[in-house]
């Protein structure tokens, strides 16, 4: 059974880092492309950022590019979301998702995790 | 970027009734098209890819249409645990989703 297991989340004060934590399993994870995928409270999703199996290719939503950092480690079949300079409009559940394929571009995501809520507040 | 909007915000509907969801995109993303269901509490699950084939698994009461900007997902004879938040997304460019469409039970 594929499967994806965040967490890391938690509260932070503004201007605060966390790091998120995604662990994969039940497929080679190594061939994937993944993302981040994140939910305000009580609102939609929003795209945040993806990296390829190789990680040459990262991408980065615009209301985050140049705070959060993503990385894996195909050894530990781990995704990871470094979080810096958080704002409170940073405050989300946190989805890791799978893309189809090995992309330079995120696609679809299926499966997604369970989710990591994160709360920014002092 | 490609804005999505869904249609309408909120459906209240009966067990067993047939609910058709509507999906526009600001410009054309081909058939580049996804849908979502959210349960309540749970995480978003693939249901529809390329506008109109169901992801593994998911039953055949399920369908998407459209092309373009126009997009439609049609659920039929709708079940208990079809009650959940649907979301359209684009994949043509940097992936948007809609604002969703809530099915709440009538």
């Known amino acids: 059974e594929v499967q994806l297991v965040e967490s890391g989340g938690g509260l932070v004060k503004p201007g605060g880092s966390l790091r998120l934590s995604c662990a994969a399993s039940g497929f080679t994870f190594s061939r994937y492309s993944m993302n981040w995928v994140r939910q305000a409270p009580g609102k939609g999703l929003e795209w945040v950022s993806s990296i390829d199996s190789s990680s040459s290719y990262i991408n980065y939503a615009d209301s985050v590019k140049g705070r959060f950092t993503i990385s894996r480690d195909n050894a530990k079949n781990s995704v990871y979301l470094h979080m810096n300079s958080l704002r409170a409009e940073d405050t989300a559940v946190y989805y890791c998702?799978?893309?189809?394929?090995?992309?330079?571009?995120?696609?679809?995501?299926?499966?997604w995790g369970q989710g990591t809520l994160v709360t920014v507040s002092s | 970027e490609i804005v999505m909007t869904q249609s309408p915000a909120t459906l209240s509907v009966s067990p067993g009734e047939r609910v058709t969801l509507s999906c526009r995109a600001s410009?054309?993303?081909?058939?580049?098209l996804a849908w979502y269901q959210q349960p309540p509490g749970q995480a978003p699950r693939l249901l529809i890819y390329g506008a109109s084939t169901r992801a593994t698994g998911i039953p055949a009461r399920f369908s998407g249409s459209g092309s373009g900007t126009e997009f439609t997902l049609t659920i039929n004879s709708l079940q208990s645990e079809d009650f959940a938040v649907y979301y359209c997304?684009?994949?043509?460019?940097?992936?948007?989703f809609g604002q969703g469409t809530k099915v709440e039970v009538k």
């Open positions: 997304q684009q994949y043509t460019d940097w992936p948007t």
């Open positions: 410009q054309s993303v081909s058939n580049n």
């Open positions: 998702a799978r893309d189809e394929d090995d992309l330079v571009v995120p696609s679809l995501f299926d499966p």
